[in-house]
T-cell receptor
Framework: AQSVSQHNHHVILSEAASLELGCNYS??????LFWYVQYPGQHLQLLLK??????LVKGIKGFEAEFIKSKFSFNLRKPSVQWSDTAEYFC??????????????FGRGTQLTVWP | EAQVTQNPRYLITVTGKKLTVTCSQN?????MSWYRQDPGLGLRQIYY???????DKGDVPEGYKVSRKEKRNFPLILESPSPNQTSLYFC??????????????FGPGTRLTVT
């Protein structure tokens, strides 16, 4: 079955450590890619998105992600995390074709805990 | 302020008692969707709507109904709720072609408990 995989369920880091969260998908063809963040008790907010152009995408709060088409990956990175980055992070894919136009498929999420 | 609103935010109900969770957006978006979020499972799509009077099943539609009579509203109906529908529900909307990205905007969530 087609899917979105996030490799880490829970990541624990100290402040100032570097972060990389993995995301792989199995949909072929053109895709739009997203990372959403959910802070405790809040709704999902968009961190960044890719749908064309430069495969290195910069988002809010110092996050960036790289789309590697050959690897079907869209990993999220941040050079130096802060305590306020503690949240759950979701990768999502929109296969841009036919009946799935507009639909988002989510990974299971990665809980990031940053210790001060 | 551009937003997606949901009501109620919290609801505790009993098995079999019909309920409706409302969703409204003020951004004139064509596309609206309902998701449920469960621990370890991420978000799964229940139903979506590409426009008024156009709805379709997502990945987990069983036990739910929706309607889209107006562009701004997309209520989620549980005709006979069961305990396995205890979950956190999110409504989302998106312009039909937001530059090709179909970025979705999420509501604040509705935490439903069915006893």
């Amino acid at each position: 079955a087609q899917s979105v995989s996030q490799h880490n369920h829970h990541v624990i880091l100290s402040e100032a450590a570097s972060l990389e969260l993995g995301c792989n998908y199995s949909y072929g063809g053109t895709v739009n890619l997203f990372w959403y963040v959910q802070y405790p008790g809040q709704h999902l907010q968009l961190l960044l998105k890719y749908f064309s152009g430069d495969p290195l995408v910069k988002g809010i709060k110092g996050f960036e992600a790289e789309f590697i088409k050959s690897k079907f990956s869209f990993n999220l990175r941040k050079p130096s995390v802060q305590w306020s980055d503690t949240a759950e992070y979701f990768c999502a894919v929109n296969p841009d074709r036919g009946s799935t136009l507009g639909r988002l498929y989510f990974g299971r999420g990665t809980q990031l805990t940053v210790w001060p | 302020e551009a937003q997606v609103t949901q009501n109620p935010r919290y609801l505790i109900t009993v098995t079999g008692k019909k309920l409706t969770v409302t969703c409204s957006q003020n951004m004139n978006h064509e596309y609206m969707s309902w998701y449920r979020q469960d621990p370890g499972l991420g978000l799964r799509q229940i139903y979506y709507s590409m426009n008024v009077e156009v709805t379709d099943k997502g990945d987990v539609p069983e036990g739910y109904k929706v309607s889209r009579k107006e562009k701004r509203n997309f209520p989620l109906i549980l005709e006979s709720p069961s305990p396995n529908q205890t979950s956190l529900y999110f409504c989302a909307s998106s312009p039909r072609d937001s530059g090709g990205s179909y970025e979705q905007y999420f509501g604040p969530g509705t935490r439903l408990t069915v006893t």
